[in-house]
């Protein structure tokens, strides 16, 4: 358990040094001072705007972050060579793997809470509601980083950097999309299309399940049992993945 620990902690730190993380949340702050403006600029909906534009700013950039670092966090120690140092010392590949996981998610947290405080000193500072369903959907969001980081490293443990982002990019949309693909295949009068449809829907992870950001802006509060369920799906897939992860990286000579 300390080995996980001491990787997880120094890819926190490693992480913290890296200038893009401070560039996009410059970008979250930019982002969020833009809703302000568009608010502005809308009477009655001034509320719904904010709160659209700042969760999408915490989602997007967690998702650059998730993508764009979690695709390196193996390919970068094989490319250093620094692999040949931490496979000889007395740490099982499952326990890199994991650390280097679990210190990119520390990233993700650090830097949603860091967003979200600015976020809601935004709506504090402009008289604005906050709604309960504000923290479901951001915890949701932190699950969905969650997942999108094993997609990533899962990738990466097998793949080039290049590869891993446009698999991992290509997952996250279909991720997204894949309830209306499903909805349009059931209309279609081909078996094949639902068949590939139905495969895609149940193989593929469900995005838009972690999506809350239109009832969090409409003020609608998510049922505990949903937010529950979703959270509970998020994680097994995500756990499926670094388990995957693990394997396939065992598996590999350096």
Not at 59 to 74: K, P, S, T
Request: proline share 2%.
């Amino acid at each position: 358990m300390w080995p996980i620990v001491v990787i997880a902690s120094n890819t926190f730190r490693e992480n913290l040094r890296d200038k893009i993380l401070y560039n996009l949340l410059l970008f979250a702050v930019l982002l969020m001072g833009a809703s302000m403006l568009l608010a502005d600029l809308t009477i009655l909906e001034h509320y719904k705007i904010m709160t659209d534009m700042g969760l999408a700013a915490i989602n997007l950039v967690g998702v650059i972050i998730a993508v764009f670092v979690g695709i390196g966090l193996v390919s970068k120690e094989i490319e250093r060579r620094t692999i040949y140092t931490i496979v000889a010392r007395p740490i099982s590949r499952a326990q890199f793997v994991v650390g280097k996981y679990l210190g990119l998610i520390t990233t993700l947290v650090v830097n949603v809470l860091v967003m979200l405080s600015v976020f809601l000193l935004t709506l504090w500072g402009y008289h604005a509601p906050v709604h309960w369903v504000l923290v479901q959907a951001v915890q949701l969001i932190v699950v969905e980083l969650m997942l999108i980081t094993a997609i990533a490293l899962f990738f990466s443990t097998f793949s080039s950097a290049t590869l891993s982002a446009i698999f991992t990019i290509g997952l996250y949309i279909i991720g997204h999309v894949t309830t209306d693909l499903r909805g349009l295949a059931q209309k279609s009068h081909s078996e094949a299309v639902k068949v590939v449809a139905n495969g895609v829907y149940y193989l593929c992870p469900n995005l838009d399940m972690l999506n809350m950001k239109g009832q969090a802006a409409l003020g609608i509060a998510i049922p505990l049992s949903y937010q529950a369920l979703a959270t509970t799906y998020g994680l097994l897939y995500a756990g499926m993945l670094i388990v995957g992860a693990c394997l396939i990286f065992q598996q590999r000579d350096f």
